[in-house]
């Protein structure tokens, strides 16, 4: 979630799922809540992650046909975002 899902609907949602929601409250909020920053940094961090390897025009298009040659091309552009 991000702060564009904040609302009390989307968080208790998320909190009857099972998830517990890391979304910054919005500034005009009256009534904001306590969330873990450190927590929110992580998920922006994976968030930029998942960005770069989409860079891979063959991750975000999914031509590999088998689960195990999808999973190869994500390890190989893991290992080239890592190289970079």
């Not at 994976?46 to 040659?69: A, P």
Request: glycine content about 4%; overall charge positive; charged content about 35%.
């Amino acid at each position: 979630m991000d702060r564009a899902y904040e609302g009390n609907e989307t968080r208790w949602l998320a909190e009857s799922l099972g998830f517990q929601p890391v979304v910054p409250p919005k500034v005009s909020r009256l009534d904001p809540w306590v969330y873990d920053v450190d927590l929110y940094k992580k998920r922006n961090e994976i968030e930029r992650l998942f960005g770069r390897v989409k860079r891979f025009r063959r991750v975000f298009t999914r031509y590999d046909k088998t689960d195990i040659m999808f999973r190869a091309f994500i390890t190989i552009a893991l290992a080239a975002d890592l190289l970079r």
